[in-house]
């Protein structure tokens, strides 16, 4: 099994549509969760941070965190065509600045169709 | 903000060549990343630097060297290019504490090996 695991796509919705980005983990360890949104041919770029387990809203998205369930949400509401991009999740264990601790899912690939 | 850049962004070797990844970032960032991205496979981390003056391994790091020059500066070397090593390249950097829980990723370098 892997650590991360993520719906690879491809999600196609219309445009306006509510859409729903997943990830389940196995490590109860991690504490910290990103999401990660990236257009082709680009680097990926952070979209939303959370700490724990709860919600975080920021305009159109909102981060969801499970850490009982290991799962964690990303929600895009009256999604556009600028959204169509890969979606990763990732997340980190602790403060330590090792770099082995970043984790990311493969990505999910949305369309949203106009 | 230029954040963290990379250079060339698109590169052809031939097998046997090698070439050197050029990164800097202007974040005063400690941590610094190399990943390659391939489909299919995610992100995979070929090496990092938690901080000047150090260097790790990562989960692919054969067939490629690192240097951290200073601070800004994080290279990437193929000493002998392989077919294999066809891929998308990203640079990242972290910070310590806080905002240490979130990654800041160049946009890319897209190699082919022929």
């Known amino acids: 099994q892997k650590e991360v695991e993520q719906d690879p796509g491809p999600l196609s919705v219309p445009e306006g549509a509510i859409v729903s980005l997943n990830c389940t983990y196995s490590?109860?360890?991690?504490?910290?969760f990103m999401w990660y949104r990236q257009y082709s041919r680009k680097g990926p770029e952070l979209l939303m941070y959370?700490?724990?387990?709860g919600n975080k809203e920021d305009g159109r998205f909102t981060a969801q965190v499970d850490k009982s369930s290991k799962y964690i949400s990303l929600f895009i509401r009256d999604s556009q065509p600028s959204d169509s991009a890969t979606y990763l999740c990732?997340?980190?264990?602790?403060?330590?600045?090792?770099?082995?601790?970043?984790?990311f899912g493969p990505g999910t690939r949305l369309s949203v169709l106009p | 903000n230029a954040g963290v850049t990379q250079t060339p962004k698109f590169q052809v070797l031939k097998t046997g060549q090698s070439m050197t990844l050029q990164c800097a970032q202007d974040?005063?960032?400690?941590?610094m990343y190399w990943y390659r991205q391939d489909p299919g496979m995610g992100l995979r981390l070929i090496y990092y630097?938690?901080?000047?003056?150090?260097?790790d391994k990562g989960e692919v790091p054969n067939g490629y060297n690192v240097s951290r020059l200073n601070k800004r500066e994080f290279s990437l070397r193929l000493e002998s290019a392989a077919p294999s090593q066809t891929s998308v390249y990203f640079c990242?950097?972290?910070?310590?504490?806080?905002?240490?829980?979130?990654?800041?990723f160049g946009e890319g370098s897209w190699l082919t090996v022929v």
């Open positions: 990242a950097s972290s910070a310590q504490g806080g905002s240490g829980n979130t990654i800041y």
């Open positions: 490590n109860s360890a991690f504490q910290y």
């Open positions: 959370t700490y724990s387990s």
């Open positions: 990732a997340m980190r264990m602790t403060r330590d600045n090792y770099g082995q601790n970043f984790v």
């Open positions: 974040m005063n960032h400690n941590s």
């Open positions: 630097s938690a901080s000047e003056g150090t260097t």
